[in-house]
């Protein structure tokens, strides 16, 4: 971990436009999502029940989870499906040179 708290999640061309990437990193599962070029980071747990979000179908910046079809907008991690009511909660991403680092946002 570097000392303003981000750790490594992958490379960029692990992660090509329009794609996710799940990986371990801040002692989880998370998942690592392309939309149009930049990088956003979740847990890979989706707030409805824990399902696989990272897995999900993405069709444009909306991720659909694989377990009950939940929605939600990789840009923000705002609901725009049901049946989750709670958005995700994204960690702060930034990319030096080919490598994106992703922590946990300070509250
Ligand atoms: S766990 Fe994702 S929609 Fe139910």
């Not at 960029?12 to 690592?32: D, R």
């Not at 989750?84 to 922590?103: C, L, Q, S, Y």
Request: with cysteine; charged share 20%.
């Amino acid at each position: 971990m570097s000392m303003d708290g981000y750790e490594k999640a992958a490379e960029t061309s692990e992660v090509p436009p329009g794609t996710s990437k799940i990986v371990k990193a801040l002692g989880a599962e998370i998942f690592v999502v392309n939309i149009e070029g930049t990088f956003h980071s979740f847990p890979n747990k989706c707030t409805h029940a824990g399902g696989p979000l990272g897995r999900g179908r993405l069709a444009g910046s909306v991720m659909q989870c694989p377990w009950h079809g939940s929605k939600f907008d990789m840009n923000t991690g705002a609901v725009v499906g049901p049946p989750a009511k709670v958005p995700m909660v994204p960690f702060d991403v930034k990319v030096e040179g080919t490598t994106i680092w992703v922590r946990k946002s300070p509250q």
